[in-house]
Structure formats: C-alpha cells, structure tokens
C-alpha cells in the first residue's frame, strides 16, 4: 500500500497572510482552542493516532520563540504552511465510535461473505424484517465529508459504509468519504462502491443494479403523504448531489428522483435506503425501470449522448478543441448557402 501524503494531494488555496494568521492564532489561544475543536473530537476518537501531532499545542510555543529570530522564521513558516494545508483539506471524521464497533465481519446481509471486499453479497438484502426497520446511520456530507487514505490513491472506490453513516474509519479508511462527482467515472461493470453489477436487475429492482443500463434514476417509495411532499423529496434527495428533475406522485407517496451523474444516484440509493424525511416513515429506495414515454426515453438517450460527448471534449487539449470548433462551423455555413 502506497503511504499516505495528504500535503501532496491536498494543496488548497494559502491564505494570503501566514504570519498573521499564525500570530493571531498564537495570541487568541481561546480562539484556536475554538477552530480546533472539531478535529480534537475526531483524533481523540481515531485509534493508533496520537492527538497531540496536528494540534495547535505543538505549534503555539514554536511561534513566539520565532518572533525574535528572522532567519529561522523563514523556514518555520514553511512547515507552517504545511500545517495549515492539512487542516484546510479536512481529515474525513469516524461517523460512529471506532471503540464500539466490534471486530467481527459485519452483520449478515446476504449468503455469501466476500473476505476482499469484507461484505456478504447474494441473497436479497431488502427482506420484510429489514424492509420495515429504521436506518441505523445517516450520512451527513456537511459534517462527515473530508479526505482519507484513499484520496492518494486513484480509482479509489467511496465507502459503503460512509455512504450509510455508519463507517468508524475517518481518515484511516481506505474508501472516500466525500459526494461523488463528474470527475468520478468508473469501469461500467461496478458501481460507485466497486461491487460488480449484474447483467440484469433485481426482480424488486434492489441491489446493485445492471451494467446493460446508466441509471441516474432512483425510485422512492413509501415517503408519507403531506402538502408540501415535493419540497420535503427535493430536500432530502438534494443532499446527494445535482439533481436533474424530481416526478413525485403525490397522493400515492410515490417519487422518481433523477441525478446528473449516475454515481450520485448510486450513492443516493445507498444513503436513503431506509431513512425517514420529515415524518417517521421508512424508505423503500429501488432503482427505477426504464419509463416507456417515448419522449422520456428521447431524453435519457440525448443525455446519454451529451455526456459521452462531454467527457471527450475533457480528454482532449483546449487548442485542438478551438480548432475543431472553428472548422466545424464553416462547413455548416456553406451548407445553408
Ligand atoms: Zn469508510
């Protein structure tokens, strides 16, 4: 396994003033006593990692013994910068205590345990039992998200678990904790959680889903019925990434929420599966099949072409592409003449 180097992959922007910002830090310990305490929560419930090492209390004394000495400050404020860059590329948080989680394969979700991917497959996961019961976790991307051991390794695949609000590992995971994005694109055959997927879905249209079909689409059942039910859907649903239209049969309870990208509804799924909006009600989250409106599917196709289209023009230089679009529009000129 490679070894992680945040300060490589997580170059953010410099805050224009270091030197400032330090000293003020320095001064107003309350202050930084603040900003600190979220991460002090999180390394005091990481195992293996001693606290004390990304903490202000080692910084602090460091910069006031600088002040009198130019020479060495200079060099100081390099590791400064270094701090500050690891702090500003947020370490991902453990959503639930490492401490009580037991160390046992996880429950028994399906009837085959797979030791790679350290999870049961097969067998169908949305049982009466489990179809009924509440979500243990829920995702917060707001306070959950940042950056893991993954984030250095490409094609890393996001964490199932993250996704469920239930992963212990914060940034000692070895999945992303983060929303997925355009700029995720994975072999077609596995979702965004690198299970493989099935030539054909699910009878109850559960699962993984089918590598014979992108589907951005998710169909949500069971959401309990109120006024203003399409607010609460667009609400709830929006948490996972762009949405490029929401249907919501109103009296029936019933919605169909579109992503842009087919990861963010994959993710989605996952992180619904069971939760509650605004109401105490019990999700009932599938994939949905293919809508027979001849104009839906007109739809899905150009967009599936757009894209495809899309992530091309990603791949080829600027130039090359100005010169493409210059030479394509004399041709269509001559053509209306
Ligand atoms: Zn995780």
Redesign the pocket.
């Known amino acids: 396994m490679a070894s992680p180097e945040p300060e490589q992959v997580f170059q953010v922007d410099e805050t224009p003033d270091e030197t400032v910002v330090s000293k003020l830090a320095a001064k107003d310990s309350n202050k930084a006593g603040n900003d600190e305490q979220g991460e002090e929560v999180v390394n005091i419930l990481e195992l293996g990692i001693d606290p004390t090492s990304t903490e202000t209390g080692a910084t602090d004394p460091d910069n006031k013994t600088k002040d009198g000495n130019e020479e060495e400050n200079t060099e100081n404020l390099v590791v400064k910068k270094d701090r500050k860059k690891k702090k500003k590329a947020r370490p991902a948080r453990p959503q639930v205590d490492p401490s009580k989680v037991p160390e046992r394969p996880p429950p028994q979700t399906g009837t085959v345990f797979n030791i790679w991917y350290n999870k049961w497959s097969g067998g169908d996961r949305e049982d009466k039992y489990i179809s009924q019961t509440k979500a243990e976790g829920r995702c917060n991307i707001a306070k959950d998200s940042g950056y893991?051991k993954a984030d250095n390794i490409p094609g890393s695949y996001f964490?199932l678990?993250?996704a469920r609000g239930l992963?212990p590992?914060g940034k000692n995971?070895n999945?992303l904790?983060r929303l997925p994005t355009v700029t995720d694109i994975f072999n077609p055959n596995v979702d965004c959680f690198g299970r493989d997927k099935r030539s054909d879905y699910r009878d109850d249209m559960g699962g993984v889903g089918s590598f014979m079909r992108q589907n951005r689409t998710i169909y949500v059942g069971r959401i309990s019925v109120s006024d203003d039910i399409e607010e609460v859907v667009a609400r709830h649903f929006a948490e996972w990434g762009d949405i490029e239209r929401i249907r919501v049969l109103n009296s029936r309870g019933v919605g169909f929420v579109t992503y842009v990208n087919e990861a963010n509804a994959q993710f989605a799924k996952e992180a619904m599966a069971h939760q509650s909006l605004d109401h105490n009600e019990v999700l009932n989250v599938r994939w949905a099949t293919v809508d027979p409106n001849p104009l839906a599917k007109a739809r899905e196709q150009r967009k599936l072409e757009e894209q495809a289209a899309e992530a091309v023009r990603r791949m080829l230089p600027p130039d090359f592409l100005e010169q493409l679009s210059a030479g394509a529009l004399q041709p269509a000129k001559k053509r209306k003449m």
């Open positions: 893991t964490c678990f993250f992963c590992n995971c999945y904790h």
